[in-house]
C-alpha cells in the first residue's frame, strides 16, 4: 500500500473519531453551571442599557454588564413559582413583620462593602471578583430566587474565605422573595430576622455557625415591574 492511501486512511479515521467525539458531546447532558444558568435566564435586551442608570437606586453594586430582561410571561411567572414550591418542599411559613434598625448601605455601595456587613466577612471583602459563575456557586441554602437573571455576581473561595455577593432581579413580589428566603432560611437553620432600613428596604440577616447571609430586597421602585434583590453569603471553609 502506497505512502498516499496509508495518509488517506489515517485522515479519515481521524474525521470519524471527531464525528463520533461531536456526537456524543451534543446527546450528554450540560454540566457546567454557568451554562445552565445561561439557558435558564431570560432573554435580554436594550443594547443601551438605559434602564441600568443607578442614580436613584436604593442598592447598587459593581456591575458585569449584564443587560436587562424582557418583561416575563405569566407562563413563566407561575413557573418561578413552582420551582420556588419545590425547592421548599411545599412548604409556607408566615413571615413576621419588619422590625426597624437594619444596617443601611451607602448609595453607591460596593459588592465589597455589602460583603463587610456580613459576619464574617470583612477579611474576604477585599478578595472577592467578578463573574457570573459566583451566582451558579451560592451555597445550595440560599440559591438565586428560581428563574431569577443575575445582574452582577462576585465570590472569592481561598483559604478561609468563601464568600459571594449576587444581584438579581425576578418579577415575583418584594413579599414572595422575602417569604422564600425566610423559609429557606429557617429550614437551613439560620434563625432569620427580618429588619427594615430608614430607606424601606427588607432586609433578611441570619447565623448559622460560622456560616452568614444579608439579603436585601426593594421593588423597581417605578423604574420597572422587577424586584431587585442583593444576596451576600459568608460560608466557612
Not at 454557568?34 to 456591575?63: C, F, H, K, Y
Not at 466577612?121 to 457570573?132: D, K, L, Y
Not at 437573571?149 to 438579581?168: K, P, Y
Request: charged share 20%.
Amino acid at each position: 500500500m502506497t505512502f498516499k492511501c496509508l495518509a488517506a486512511i489515517a485522515i479519515v479515521g481521524m474525521l470519524t473519531a471527531c464525528g463520533q467525539s461531536d456526537s456524543s458531546d451534543a446527546n450528554g447532558p450540560v454540566a457546567d453551571p454557568a451554562v445552565m444558568q445561561a439557558l435558564n435566564d431570560p432573554i435580554m435586551v436594550d443594547p443601551d442599557l438605559s434602564s441600568r442608570n443607578e442614580g436613584a437606586a436604593a442598592i447598587t453594586i459593581d456591575s458585569n454588564n449584564a443587560l436587562p430582561v424582557l418583561p416575563p410571561t405569566p407562563e413563566a411567572i407561575a413557573a418561578a413559582r413552582a420551582d420556588a414550591a419545590e425547592i421548599l418542599g411545599g412548604v409556607s411559613m408566615a413571615v413576621p413583620k419588619a422590625s426597624d434598625g437594619a444596617t443601611s448601605l451607602p448609595d453607591g455601595a460596593s459588592a465589597a462593602d455589602h460583603l463587610a456587613i456580613v459576619p464574617g466577612g470583612a477579611m474576604c471583602a477585599g478578595r472577592i471578583t467578578s463573574g457570573a459563575i459566583w451566582a451558579a456557586r451560592l451555597p445550595p441554602e440560599l440559591p438565586v430566587y428560581p428563574r431569577g437573571a443575575t445582574m452582577a455576581a462576585f465570590g472569592v473561595d481561598s483559604g478561609a474565605c468563601h464568600a459571594r455577593v449576587v444581584r438579581f432581579v425576578t418579577p415575583i413580589p418584594p413579599a414572595e422573595v422575602i417569604a422564600f428566603y425566610w423559609t429557606r432560611a429557617t429550614q437551613a437553620r439560620f434563625k432569620p430576622e427580618r429588619r427594615q432600613t430608614t430607606d424601606n428596604i427588607d432586609v433578611l440577616t441570619g447565623r448559622n455557625g460560622n456560616a452568614a447571609f444579608d439579603l436585601r430586597v426593594r421593588d423597581g421602585q417605578g423604574r420597572d415591574a422587577l424586584t431587585h434583590v442583593e444576596l451576600a453569603t459568608v460560608f466557612g471553609g
